[in-house]
Nanobody, 123 residues
Framework: VQLQASGGGLVQAGGSLTLSCAASRRTASNNAMGWFRQAPGKEREFVASISWNAANTNYVDSVKGRFYIARDKARDTVNLQMNSLKPEDTATYYC?????????????????WGPGTQVTVSS
């Protein structure tokens, strides 16, 4: 399975970006999908997850109310709508397919990873 993420870029603080991630085949349909991020010199951090049926979502506290995760099961894609971006959101963002139907905040619970897309928020 290959994951391809897109939508990263440079944006001013307060702006918005939408990240998209597509799986190469229908292996993500019965599994949770998630987004993580890693800033330079920091560990990879959980951002958001969505269950296999899109009924359950989870977010790290720092993005609640600003980021929204959604998935299109028919296309095996997951999107991350990011609003009111802050400089501290600057990182490389990774999408991932989970090992189980419901999401987890631990990177160890994800099986397949995309190559990452850079998000830079200027102040």
């Amino acid at each position: 399975v290959q994951l391809q993420a897109s939508g990263g870029g440079l944006v001013q603080a307060g702006g918005s970006l939408t990240l998209s991630c597509a799986a190469s085949r229908r292996t993500a349909s019965n599994n949770a999908m998630g987004w993580f991020r890693q800033a330079p010199g920091k560990e990879r951090e959980f951002v958001a997850s969505i269950s296999w049926n899109a009924a359950n979502t989870n977010y790290v506290d720092s993005v609640k109310g600003r980021f929204y995760i959604a998935r299109d099961k028919a296309r095996d894609t997951v999107n991350l709508q990011m609003n009111s971006l802050k400089p501290e959101d600057t990182a490389t963002y990774y999408c991932a397919v989970g090992l189980r139907p419901y999401g987890s905040t631990s990177a160890r619970d994800y099986r397949y990873w995309g190559p990452g897309t850079q998000v830079t928020v200027s102040s």
